[in-house]
């Protein structure tokens, strides 16, 4: 026990520094996927809610086959896949081999594409979920389209939406440990590295269990805090007829 | 000679926490006798009326359907069936009708009027469906028997609920506010269905609101009062000449809203 | 164009023959895991320390990476002489195995949670009306409890067995060949990520749509057409 203390602790012999640092690698690159993915989403709920036809099929198509594909895959597909394009460019100017890709960045796009596809769904949700008289509302003492987006919509789909959103983003912490197939020095990898090295697997992939049931529980507070922060009308309603 | 007693309770106790909701209630009913059972909300009656089948099981005293007490024990600081399988086989002697209808939403309505007499009575399929359909037929719902719970009225779900209950050639009919989760236009066609079932002969208990109703089925009307009995004789003395202050309080406040 | 259709053609044979095991995987622990989610789901009303304990392991099980579990399955548990000394280290050492009970504990929080809801929204009134014709708490479960849970729970269960489909291809990573194992050495042998991988999605999407139309079938039946009204 105290000889598995030292080697996940920050002494001299220890890697607890190289998990911690492997672990906000995997906060940062979720981070940068779960904007995506949210950026992706909301475009294309909006795509889906009120395009045309042509524009809606597309999008079904796109949210069909990425919620329809191994996630691995998809970072398979841009980790040799992109390689493949530039090492084709490459080939032009006379080089030969194969081209890697940068994780981060890979794994950003990649899994960013995965939750924009999920985000979509959960997105148009929390807008059908508004009840259409507090739109008709809106409408009625003559906002305008723009105006109701911003104080009425955009506030109601969110509400709806957040468990959802929650729900995506507990997603993208763990799906972002495939990224240590590209090489990446996240949380997966370095425990990864860390049993390899010491020949101590059972130690580190314990300590890769509480450091990412952490960062879980840590972010999904987060998401707890602003739902409730969002649901707060609500609530004070509840308790004033309680 | 007076009639065997079918349904009997015997100094019936109920607390939830410190809220004695009944405090010692005795009652029966002979055999095709209707008793009304009557109080303001709150009084109790339908914590008594769930006590039978052992839905609820009461603090102290006991109840007995046909002769036969319902065994209860004390185990672990609380009374608890002796023998489930006794209470299972007497509440399958006894037809329930709930409030709100409960109704099994994954079955037709001939699913549900089958379902005990098949599966807990364990009688033939063929002759269960046979009898479920004049059941139906009894009730006015002969064209709703494919028919899904959900796609029924109020009154309509309530009807095949009372089909069910009889389904189960009950030696007895407790009737559970039957009325009181309809919309007004629907509460017709329900009483006249116990109406009818009151003229059978059948030995029945109705806890209801419906003061004129209960005037005209019953044989013998019980009014309770804050868990215990208040008063108990026929429906004219009860209705129309109450003996103690707060049944005729109680009467006065509830024909003059009716 | 012939030289590339032939490529695409000879790489979908390659990897169909991925496809068993794929389908090994998802079967087997689907199947485990369902046994074990209801154990829980009972073990949960049982007894208080079965529920804390049964809570502890979803949230473990949930909130941690599918890979991680994997991992320690296949290589932390071998750290031990104990372990490696056992009569389960045949079992614990072969990859398919453990593959195969890593997303069967896996699914198994998951669908024990889905399970939860699904008992959660059986209507009380339901119940009390089986009680109160005198159904047996066998019969009780049998007739009533479970057809409407399951039924409520479906949706989510189905978005459940697709995730599992998609989540096999992990068990690329402990060296197995299926679909996505066969994949990546594909991948490594002809430098073609973006065919082979192409036609390996392909694989996965035409399976992930065959279950989605099982399962709506499924459904159907269960829930006949008003009934849901």
Not at chain 3, 98 to 122: H, K
Request: aromatic content about 8%; glycine content about 10%.
């Amino acid at each position: 026990m105290g000889s598995t203390l030292r080697l996940v602790g920050f002494g001299p012999t220890g890697w607890g520094g190289t998990l911690l640092e492997g672990a906000a690698v995997t906060l940062a690159l979720s981070i940068c996927a779960y904007l995506l993915g949210l950026a992706l989403g909301a475009l294309c709920a909006w795509g889906r809610l009120s395009g045309g036809r042509a524009v809606r099929g597309t999008i079904d198509v796109y949210t069909t086959v990425l919620r329809g594909v191994p996630d691995l895959l998809v970072i398979y597909l841009f980790y040799f896949g992109g390689g493949q394009m530039i090492g084709a460019i490459a080939h032009l100017f006379g080089a030969t081999g194969f081209f890697g890709l940068n994780g981060f960045m890979v794994g950003t796009i990649a899994i960013g594409l995965v939750t924009g596809a999920y985000q979509t769904e959960v997105l148009r949700g929390g807008y059908l979920a508004i009840p259409k008289g507090e739109i008709e509302a809106a409408r009625a003492i003559g906002m305008g389209r723009l105006l109701m987006l911003r104080r009425i919509i955009a506030p109601r789909a969110l509400r709806f939406a957040l468990p959802g959103m929650g729900n995506v983003w507990q997603q993208v912490l763990k799906e972002s440990a495939l990224v240590s197939v590209t090489g990446l020095a996240e949380l997966m990898r370095q425990v990864n590295v860390a049993s390899g090295s010491t020949q101590l697997p059972f130690d580190f992939t314990i300590a890769g269990f509480v450091l990412y049931l952490a960062l879980a529980t840590v972010s999904g507070g987060v998401f707890m805090g602003v739902e409730r922060r969002l649901a707060h009308g609500e609530r004070m309603a509840r308790r004033q007829r309680a | 000679m007076a009639k065997p007693v079918v349904i009997e309770a015997i100094g019936v106790e109920k607390h939830f926490g410190a809220n004695k909701v009944l405090r010692g209630v005795s009652l029966a009913a002979r055999e095709g006798e209707v008793v009304s059972i009557v109080g303001a909300s709150g009084s109790g009656k339908s914590t008594l009326l769930r006590c039978f089948p052992l839905l609820e099981i009461p603090d102290a005293g006991d109840v007995a359907i046909a002769g036969e007490v319902l065994a209860l024990v004390e185990r672990g600081g609380r009374r608890v069936p002796r023998d489930m399988g006794q209470v299972q086989r007497v509440r399958s002697e006894l037809g329930f009708v709930f409030q709100s209808f409960n109704l099994w939403p994954h079955r037709t309505v001939l699913g549900n009027v089958i379902e005990a007499p098949v599966h807990v009575q364990k009688r033939p399929r063929a002759e269960c469906i046979a009898e479920a359909e004049a059941l139906l037929e009894k009730v006015g719902l002969a064209d709703k028997r494919d028919a899904w719970p959900a796609q029924l009225s109020g009154g309509q779900q309530q009807r095949a609920a009372i089909a069910r209950a009889l389904a189960m050639r009950p030696k007895a009919l407790l009737f559970d506010e039957p009325t009181s989760a309809l919309d007004p236009e629907l509460v017709g066609e329900v009483l006249r269905v116990i109406r009818g079932l009151a003229e059978e002969g059948r030995t029945m208990l109705i806890v209801t609101h419906e003061m004129s109703f209960a005037a005209e089925v019953s044989s013998r009307a019980v009014f309770l009062d804050a868990g215990i009995v208040g008063e108990e004789g026929s429906p004219e003395q009860i209705f129309r000449h109450p003996q103690t202050d707060r049944c005729r309080a109680f009467v006065a406040r509830h024909l003059a809203r009716g | 164009m012939m030289a590339e259709l032939s490529f695409l053609l000879d790489v979908t044979r390659q990897l169909l023959g991925g496809l068993p095991l794929t389908i090994e995987l998802v079967t087997v622990s689907v199947a485990a895991g369902a046994l074990l989610a209801v154990a829980m789901a009972l073990a949960r009303s049982a007894s208080r320390l079965a529920a804390v304990i049964v809570s502890f392991y979803v949230f473990v099980f949930r909130g941690s990476p599918l890979l991680l579990q994997m991992f320690f399955i296949y290589y932390g548990l071998g750290q031990f002489a104990v372990v490696r000394e056992s009569f389960a280290w045949p079992a614990l050492r072969d990859p398919t195995f453990c593959a195969i009970l890593s997303l069967a504990l896996n699914t198994a929080a998951y669908t024990s949670e889905i399970l939860r809801g699904g008992l959660a929204s059986v209507p009380a009134g339901a119940i009390e009306a089986g009680r109160a014709v005198g159904m047996s708490r066998g019969l009780l479960l049998r007739r009533v409890v479970l057809p409407l849970a399951i039924r409520q729970a479906l949706p989510a269960y189905s978005n459940e067995l697709i995730e599992m489909v998609k989540s096999t291809s992990l068990a690329s990573i402990v060296t197995l060949m299926e679909v996505s194992g066969i994949a990546y050495a594909l991948v490594s042998a002809t430098y073609r990520a973006i065919e082979v991988l192409s036609c390996a999605g392909a694989i996965y999407l035409v399976l992930i749509v065959l279950l989605t139309r099982g399962v709506g079938w499924v459904e159907n039946w269960l829930s006949p057409a008003g009934s849901r009204a």
